[in-house]
């Protein structure tokens, strides 16, 4: 699954007198990352340190400060108890430090580069977006840790979607892993980067499909690999698109078995390729490349069926095809990838 760390900023509101476009945008985001969690597009995390640092600073989205704010500045769409849980309710999400297992670090030196946290007020907020910034970057970098595959720090901002290189000199760490063990400290620099977005579109648009299916352990990591290379071939065109138009699918219990049997990720364009297969799979095109699975190797023998789902084959390349169920209610089910001369399907 995709997922996010809301940069604590991104909770503060604009300082009294802020004209009515920053207040947009703060509630904005807001109910962005809201709606992305519901729907089960994102997976949403927060500092365990965040609360803290707003109450310590006076930015807590207080409802009193809240209605003075949006009165100020013009705005009656929105309500003030809205906002605040809203609010309240992403930053109870799942701490990030506890999803990574990393609690603490401390480094001199650091660089982030682009540094898109260089206007955050007041100097904590700073000093927190950089934090998360550094546990990602070390995570993403030294550790084999899923949370860090498709993961970005969201941030309040307009149209960022970029990678940022994270340098430092690590002087202290305390965490509870077991796979840290070639990480360099202090007078060695470690060097890592990790995603910033400003909103889901933006994360959707810069993951790299690829990279998350080759190293998928879980089927939800399959599921999130093909739902970014869809949206990615959908905004190609231009068009904003709709998530209406994606049709309903699921992986199999096998299918991350599967990718691991053949190898996904030492064969170049391989990732690629599968996942090309499974939109077109999802979109229902290029229906030339499907072929029914049969129970037996004879073109009369009948389609392999489970209850009213039915089986099915495509050609993900000369070597390699793609073996999926068109079950009864409309959704498809990735099954495996085979190679050619296999026409099993797991039940």
């Known amino acids: ?202 994360l959707l648009v810069r993951v790299d499909a690829a990279e998350v299916l080759k190293r998928a352990t879980h089927a939800s990591q399959v599921q999130a690999a093909i739902t970014v290379a869809w949206y990615q071939r959908q905004a190609a065109t231009g068009m904003l698109p709709n998530w209406d138009d994606l049709s309903p699918f699921r992986v199999g219990a096998e299918f991350v078995n599967s990718l691991q049997a053949h190898h996904v990720t030492g064969n170049p364009g391989l990732a690629d390729r599968i996942l090309r297969a499974a939109i077109e799979t999802v979109c229902h095109e290029q229906l030339a490349d499907t072929h029914r699975l049969r129970t037996g190797r004879g073109g009369g023998d009948p389609q392999r069926m489970r209850g009213g789902d039915a089986a099915w084959r495509r050609d993900i390349d000369y070597e390699y095809h793609l073996h999926y169920w068109e079950c009864e209610d409309g959704t498809v089910e990735f099954a495996s990838v085979v190679v050619h001369d296999d026409f099993s399907i797991p039940e």
């Open 1 to 202: 699954m995709l997922s996010v760390t809301i940069d604590t900023a991104v909770f503060a509101p604009p300082p009294p007198g802020s004209p009515k476009e920053a207040v947009y945008s703060f509630v904005a985001t807001l109910l962005e990352w809201r709606e992305a969690r519901e729907s089960g597009r994102t997976k949403v995390y927060t500092s365990r340190y965040a609360a803290d640092v707003l109450m310590n600073g006076n930015l807590y989205p207080l409802r009193p400060h809240l209605r003075e704010l949006l009165k100020d500045a013009g705005v009656f769409e929105y309500d003030a108890n809205t906002i605040a849980v809203v609010a309240e309710t992403l930053l109870n999400s799942e701490k990030v430090e506890d999803a990574l297992r990393i609690s603490y670090v401390l480094v001199d030196g650091l660089t982030i580069e682009p540094d898109v946290f260089c206007s955050h007020t007041p100097a904590e907020l700073q000093a927190e977006a950089e934090r998360c910034a550094v546990i990602l970057s070390l995570a993403g970098q030294y550790c084999n840790e899923p949370v860090t595959r498709g993961h970005a720090i969201a941030i309040r901002a307009k149209d960022v979607s970029v990678a940022i290189r994270v340098r430092g000199l690590l002087q202290d760490i305390e965490h509870q892993r077991d796979d840290l063990g070639n990480l360099p400290m202090a007078p060695d620099c470690f060097e890592g980067s990790t995603l910033v977005c400003s909103s889901l579109h933006h």
